[in-house]
């Protein structure tokens, strides 16, 4: 490899593919990969594994002894330049004697957001800074949704009928998808911090909302925390995610509600309550910061129709998943993806990249994002190849 546009393109390119083998496990921290170039010569790679191990660049210098006097570092998200649970990246880059830095997209940290580059310029390393931007940024699309509007990055899930039915008229819904649909929509589970449901889901299903997927077949994994919105406290104390063993239930609620005889019961049942506005209904922005506080910063939206419409409406859809099965329910009354106040006229229609298409089985996994997502043109172009 030698110096010049198309080795850098390569090397970050790379670096994405290294930073993306911790999906799902290096939250709240972005992904990151880091290749060390000497005179074409790859001296070590590493990537950023969990949360509180060594940030990427560290990893790929600790194999070499951070010995790199003279060598390029490929790293596709500015290095950060203060004290974490890890030690600043800066510090170790100027440690090893690197002479070059090629950065694929700033950090929009607050506590990066440019600085790192500054100092590495101010102790004389070349810096570049944008190759392969709009693939970085989609890598580490959640990572720039939770750090610049304080909010878990929201992926709504739904399986739907040829006619855009999540359920009939009676209600009735499993299974809409097959075998091949459902565990693919459990591995997406493994993927997201969080699950989150209306209480509308928790009484008509009575979810259990694991991932209940063997580990042997997808890699290590951590049950993702059961979310439910519950303005009124509905929930029932006997449901399968607070009476059987599983990962942690929060209930987002109204302040009135805590004060109500349903939280003792719901708090002596194992749920932690979080307060979300004064009204009778519980202030979405306000759910999704206190999520975010709790350092969630991946969410997948569950249902139901009432919560996917709210969220629509509210612009907090980031990634979309319909699990398209070929059958039809119709009927008025039968359950659509989306309730809420809708788009009054289509151009005012959330507008989202090209989909996907995936088969799974009998089945049609549909995948897009909002256009105006971060990498929405990277996603596209991926679509249109």
Not at 45 to 74: P, S, V
Not at 195 to 209: N, S
Not at 219 to 236: A, E, K, M, N, Y
Not at 311 to 330: C, E, K, Q, S, T
Request: charged share 20%.
């Amino acid at each position: 490899m030698t110096a010049g546009v198309s080795s850098d393109e390569a090397a970050m390119l790379r670096a994405l593919e290294l930073a993306q083998q911790a999906r799902g496990h290096t939250w709240p921290n972005p992904m990151v990969g880091c290749v060390v170039v000497r005179n074409g010569e790859v001296l070590a790679e590493g990537y950023h594994h969990r949360c509180g191990q060594d940030h990427a660049e560290t990893d790929a210098l600790r194999k070499i002894g951070f010995q790199a006097e003279g060598a390029t570092l490929y790293v596709n998200l500015e290095p950060c330049c203060h004290w974490g649970r890890t030690p600043p990246c800066t510090d170790a880059i100027l440690r090893s004697g690197a002479s070059r830095v090629v950065v694929g997209m700033v950090d929009p940290q607050p506590l990066v957001a440019g600085q790192g580059i500054s100092q590495l310029r101010d102790a004389g390393i070349e810096v570049e800074v944008g190759i392969h931007e709009e693939a970085c940024k989609a890598l580490n699309e959640a990572h720039i949704v939770h750090v610049t509007q304080q909010r878990p990055f929201l992926t709504l899930k739904t399986a739907v009928t040829v006619d855009g039915r999540t359920a009939t008229r009676t209600g009735a819904s499993q299974w809409i998808t097959g075998d091949a649909a459902r565990a693919h929509s459990r591995r997406q589970r493994a993927l997201h911090q969080g699950i989150l449901v209306g209480v509308g889901t928790v009484l008509a299903d009575d979810p259990r909302l694991t991932v209940r997927l063997d580990p042997q077949d997808i890699g290590p994994f951590s049950d993702p925390t059961r979310i439910v919105l519950d303005s009124s406290l509905r929930t029932p104390v006997t449901a399968r995610m607070l009476s059987e063993d599983g990962p942690e239930v929060w209930i987002c609620t109204t302040e009135p509600a805590m004060s109500s005889p349903q939280a003792e019961p719901l708090l002596a049942a194992g749920a932690t309550l979080i307060p979300c506005g004064t009204g009778p209904q519980v202030d979405l922005q306000l759910a999704l910061k206190a999520l975010a506080e709790r350092q969630l910063s991946t969410l997948l939206v569950e249902g139901g129709a009432a919560v996917h419409g709210a969220l629509i409406d509210a612009r907090l859809v980031d990634r979309l998943l319909v699990y398209m099965a070929p059958m039809m329910f119709g009927g008025a009354e039968a359950l659509p993806l989306a309730l809420g106040q809708g788009a009054p006229n289509p151009q005012e229609a959330l507008s989202l990249t090209p989909f996907a298409i995936t088969r799974l089985g009998a089945d049609v996994l549909l995948e897009a994002r909002p256009k105006d997502g971060p990498g929405a043109s990277w996603w596209s172009s991926q679509v249109a190849s």
